[in-house]
């Protein structure tokens, strides 16, 4: 069992970055994969990148490769995603994601998740 909370979200201009975080607690943060998803109004949630448990191998969808870096701290529990180059079709609810055997991730455990707000 883990908890995940999101933090970052907020409202950016586009061209401009942001950074998300997720704190994970209550079991070894080591022993998930970690993903991080986003669901736009009307869309159905869709994953954004993922990384394996030790962070050596990452995943990106094609819609973000080359914007977003997803990075893991197993000692601090905590994942990232670092956003550039926002869009406003970036423009969603992020959620922070944990897998015990699946990589890219599907999701055991998800956060509440942060909204993200792209303007132009």
């Known amino acids: 069992q883990v908890q995940l909370v999101e933090s970052g979200g907020g409202l950016v201009q586009a061209g401009d970055s942001l950074r998300l975080s997720c704190a994970a607690s209550g079991s070894s943060f080591s022993r998930y994969a970690m993903g991080w998803f986003r669901q736009a109004p009307g869309k159905e949630r869709e994953i954004v990148a993922g990384?394996?448990?030790?962070?050596?191998?990452?995943w990106y969808a094609d819609s973000v490769e080359g914007r977003f870096t997803i990075s893991r701290d197993n000692t601090k529990n905590t994942v990232s995603l670092q956003m550039l180059s926002l869009r406003p079709e970036d423009t969603a609810v992020y959620y922070c994601a944990a897998d015990r055997g699946n990589y890219p991730p599907i999701g055991d455990y998800w956060g509440k998740g942060t909204l993200v707000t792209v303007y132009s």
């Open positions: 990384i394996s448990w030790a962070g050596g191998s990452t």
